[in-house]
């Protein structure tokens, strides 16, 4: 890894086309900054940082505008009188931290204003301008109104107090909690800047499995630092809240939430935090959820035990998100529909600060997964779209995998549950039901390596994450770009082929690892590599044969009404087309049926030949990236190259462990050969 990386897409490379550059130094080398309050202090900071380094000047921070052009950064309500006549229009479209970016024309000059009604407003207008500017766009006639279309836009981190981080493939926590609150780590500002830059305003520090001694006045003083750092930046602080907290660490004998003296416990601490977080955004809960503590324990519901939080945390302006990420092994229906059967019955039950956090699908973050049924379904209920950025289930940092893809279309699908075209995406930004409170939550990728993600790759999952949370209808096709041309180079002749490499991985890692539906054929424990065969965990619901069900007859999880009927959890549209396998797409086949080896596909081919091209369209697509990364020497440095191609190299290894795995298992059901074109474990 190397520390250019470290830079992620703020590397402000200079700009070598003149003509370009000319114009951006005519644009920008006069700057006013109101000079207020911190966020526009890192506004002025960031310009300082990257303008010299683009443009290869000096720029002069002016107190008011001369005679010349000149770039005015600041809050709407600071502006001189004339700018702001000519930038009210757009004004009226701006919502929340939203801002305009607009050339205007003054007698004898020309004025390019970066404005918002808040100075969060004008730091994030600050970023899009210094990236349309990395990415090498015109700037001379700009008319830009960019609104977030989510309100809590936030990363969760799965990080414990000793560093380690669950389901975390970059090197250790970025929370140096034996250091804190003392000494600051360059790295939380670098971290506020690159999340501020994409617009994340929200961070859960701890892991969601966290005992409780994160909420002990010890570590709050430590949390009240890392606040104190990312505020400017626009990031509230979150932390994980276990249920059992006021027993842990509170000495009490009960964590029932109908009890008084834990509904009290819980107040008090809510007091406590906010007397010196007073900005905190509130608390995240995995409750009753792979053995952690809920109000279950003590014959309580999730409303019970999410409304006292969010009782305690309502004086303050603080919100509880209540995760649904529910199962049980003492219960035999279908994992994938017990989420949807425990939070239905509860809708429009939760106070009006509570927020369900939903995973994209209704197992948990498989290469791909249909929607999870509950979007949609649940009408009065804010729910937060929780993504995995981190790849738990998809190579790690090792293998090359551009997530987006996989966001958009869980974002994109339709859930028909008040029409066609009542998309995910609708759900979640509250525009479909009216929803006051919207969302979108990513399990972090980040650690202390170099490189921040392991992969630097996966620097593009947290970049696309952030842009998502901020706009859940830009397509994953202009994210990447976006990212190619602020991270690596603006030559068309790397930029498109990297691009289609970066869209095409997705489909690559599905292929190779759980094509036609298949889902949750891990290895136990760490979900790297195959495990179809593992049938001997504690929990039958943790069992690789559970998901796949593969015998003589055939593979595949029923869950059509002659099955668990998973089905009928959708809308009716949906459960119509999916319970026939004739007109289900053909990428849930599996997950939703139990189907014959020779079952024929609509394009001719039996089940079980299907499967195995599948598997190996999938080692060819690595083949392919391998080639197009190969094509790109001459646009990269030697090491830039040769870190992403020795990854590569392990990909295309491991994605034929994969194949090879899983056709020599399946194929002990199947009995019959590999089709033509399928290569032979060697
Ligand atoms: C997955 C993951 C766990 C995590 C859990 C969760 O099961 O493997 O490490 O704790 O999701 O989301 O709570």
């Known amino acids: 890894q190397q520390l250019n990386d470290y830079k992620l897409w703020l590397k402000y490379e200079q700009i070598t086309d003149s003509k370009l550059s000319a114009s951006y130094k005519d644009i920008s080398s006069k700057i006013v900054v109101g000079n207020s309050t911190p966020s526009l202090l890192n506004a002025k900071e960031e310009l300082a940082l990257a303008l010299p380094q683009m443009l290869g000047t000096d720029i002069d921070f002016l107190s008011a505008i001369d005679k010349g052009n000149a770039l005015i950064v600041d809050v709407y309500q600071n502006l001189p009188v004339d700018l702001k006549s000519a930038v009210s229009m757009e004004m009226m479209d701006v919502k929340g931290d939203g801002f305009v970016l607009k050339s205007v024309k003054l007698t004898n000059k020309k004025v390019t204003v970066i404005t918002a009604k808040t100075d969060l407003g004008v730091l994030y207008g600050t970023f899009r301008f210094l990236h ?10 700009l008319k830009v ?17 000793d560093r380690s981080v669950e389901r975390g493939y970059a090197g250790s926590s970025l929370w140096n909690w034996q250091k804190l609150p003392e000494y600051v780590d360059q790295r ?21 499995n966290a005992n409780a001694l994160i909420l002990t006045p010890m570590y709050l003083e430590k949390v009240k630092a890392l606040a104190d750092i990312f505020r400017s930046y626009g990031i509230k602080v979150y932390l994980t809240a276990r249920f059992s907290a006021p027993m842990e660490i509170g000495g009490l004998e009960t964590a029932d939430p109908l009890n008084a003296q834990v509904q009290q416990w819980w107040k008090d601490k809510a007091k406590e935090i906010y007397a010196i977080v007073p900005d905190f955004g509130g608390f995240l809960v995995k409750a009753n959820s792979e053995g952690q503590p809920g109000p279950q324990n003590y014959g309580r519901n999730h409303v019970d035990g999410a409304n006292m939080m969010a009782e305690a945390v309502k004086p303050f302006g603080g919100n509880v998100i209540w995760r ?70 998809l190579g790690f940092s090792t293998h090359l995998v551009y997530l987006p893809k996989l966001f958009e279309e869980v974002l994109d699908a339709d859930t028909f549950q008040k029409g066609e075209g ?110 179809p065969w593992v049938d001997n965990l504690g929990r039958p619901d943790w069992n690789p044969v559970y998901y796949h069900k593969a015998d003589s007859l055939g593979v595949g999880f029923d869950r059509t009404p002659s099955g668990s009927n998973a089905t009928e959890q959708y809308a009716s549209e949906i459960a119509v087309q999916y319970n026939d396998p004739k007109t289900i797409p053909q990428e849930y086949l599996l997950w939703f049926h139990h189907l014959p080896w020779d079952y024929k596909l609509e394009n001719g081919e039996i089940l079980w030949d299907a499967i195995a091209l599948k598997y190996q369209e999938g080692v060819d697509q690595v083949t392919q990236m391998i080639k197009t990364w190969d094509r790109m020497k001459p646009y990269l440095s ?45």
């Open 422 to 531: 009542s998309t995910v995406a609708k759900v979640i930004d509250g525009s479909l039901y009216g929803n006051k409170l919207t969302g979108m939550a990513g399990v972090s990728n980040i650690g202390t390596d170099i490189n921040w993600t392991g992969h630097p790759f996966a620097q593009a999952n947290w970049y696309g994450f952030g842009r998502l949370a901020w706009d859940p209808y830009l397509s994953a096709n202009t994210i990447a770009e976006e990212w190619l041309r602020a991270t690596y180079s603006n030559e068309e002749e790397f930029v498109d082929p990297i691009k289609e490499m970066m869209l095409d991985s997705r489909e690559a890692v599905v292929n190779y690892m759980n094509p036609l539906g298949l889902h949750h054929i891990f290895d136990t424990g760490h979900h790297y590599g195959p495990g």
């Open 638 to 682: 030697e090491n830039e190259y040769k870190e992403v191609s020795m990854l590569l190299e392990i990909q295309l290894k491991e994605a034929k462990w994969w194949r090879d795995a899983c056709l020599l298992y399946f194929q002990t059901f199947s009995n019959r050969p590999l089709p033509t074109g399928v290569e032979r474990p060697t």
């Open 132 to 141: 349309l500017m990395q990415s090498q766009h015109l700037l001379d006639d």
């Open 324 to 393: 649904a990420f529910v199962y049980s092994e003492h219960d035999d229906t279908d994992r994938a529909k017990q989420a949807y059967d425990e939070f239905l019955p509860y809708d429009g039950n939760f106070m009006d600060n509570v927020l369900v956090q939903v995973k994209n699908g209704p197992i948990d973050f498989q290469p791909r997964e249909p929607f999870h049924p509950i979007f949609g379904a649940m009408k009065k209920t804010p729910l937060i779209m929780e993504f995995q950025i981190t790849q738990e289930y």
């Open 145 to 161: 109104v960019d609104n977030p279309k989510l309100d809590i836009r936030m990363l969760n981190h799965w990080d414990n107090l």
């Open 188 to 208: 939380y500002i670098d971290y506020a800047r690159a999340n501020a830059s994409v617009g994340i305003n929200a961070t859960a520090l701890t892991n969601v």
